[in-house]
T-cell receptor
Framework: GNSVTQMEGPVTLSEEAFLTINCTYTATGYPSLFWYVQYPGEGLQLLLKATKADDKGSNKGFEATYRKETTSFHLEKGSVQVSDSAVYFCALSDSKSGAGSYQLTFGKGTKLSVIP | DTGVSQDPRHKITKRGQNVTFRCDPISEHNRLYWYRQTLGQGPEFLTYFQNEAQLEKSRLLSDRFSAERPKGSFSTLEIQRTEQGDSAMYLC??????????????FGDGTRLSIL
């Protein structure tokens, strides 16, 4: 079956530090990959996505590259801000999962705290 | 586009009671999903509708759970005879059906269920 593994948190960084959150996946088909972010008290929001090998998704200074050879989709940001403090979820959607539902399989989430 | 809305935001009930949650998806989205998220975990897939048809159910969805989407618009998730283990955040998401796994799902803020 499908699975997503994220690095354990919590992660605490100083403002302007470099961020990497590791994500690896297992899938039966050819998945699309997503990063979602959950700010305190809010719902999940799509941060970025990539749909095929070597695609790079980017948004709000965050980037992630779909690496099929290493089955990875690591999230990076060059300089984090206090406002980036949130829980980050890596997820995949696979055309071969279930009855064509494209259900999302999520990692456990990584909590990021950025201190001034 | 008002986003996905869920009601109520919080529900506290006694063990053994029945509860019902409502989800209003983005109006043009024909796919609707329910997920459950427990503390410290990523969301887990429960069930999926395409228009009014419920096409897939997870093994997590016991026979105490039932979901409907009459007329392919809003959806309800009912839990009968609630148990302590049902305490969780219940998330609804919707997306547009394009026949590809790359369509992002848009999430509501969730309904937090607490069983006393």
């Amino acid at each position: 079956g499908n699975s997503v593994t994220q690095m354990e948190g919590p992660v605490t960084l100083s403002e302007e530090a470099f961020l990497t959150i590791n994500c690896t996946y297992t899938a039966t088909g050819y998945p699309s990959l997503f990063w979602y972010v959950q700010y305190p008290g809010e719902g999940l929001q799509l941060l970025l996505k990539a749909t095929k090998a070597d695609d790079k998704g980017s948004n709000k200074g965050f980037e992630a590259t779909y690496r099929k050879e290493t089955t990875s989709f690591h999230l990076e940001k060059g300089s984090v801000q206090v406002s980036d403090s949130a829980v980050y979820f890596c997820a995949l959607s696979d055309s071969k999962s279930g009855a064509g539902s494209y259900q999302l399989t999520f990692g456990k989430g990584t909590k990021l705290s950025v201190i001034p | 586009d008002t986003g996905v809305s869920q009601d109520p935001r919080h529900k506290i009930t006694k063990r053994g009671q029945n509860v019902t949650f409502r989800c209003d998806p983005i109006s043009e989205h024909n796919r609707l999903y329910w997920y459950r998220q427990t503390l410290g975990q990523g969301p887990e897939f429960l069930t999926y509708f395409q228009n009014e048809a419920q096409l897939e159910k997870s093994r997590l969805l016991s026979d105490r759970f039932s979901a409907e989407r009459p007329k392919g618009s809003f959806s309800t998730l009912e839990i009968q005879r609630t148990e302590q283990g049902d305490s969780a955040m219940y998330l609804c998401a919707s997306s547009l059906d394009t026949g590809h796994s790359n369509q992002p799902q848009h999430f509501g803020d969730g309904t937090r269920l607490s069983i006393l």
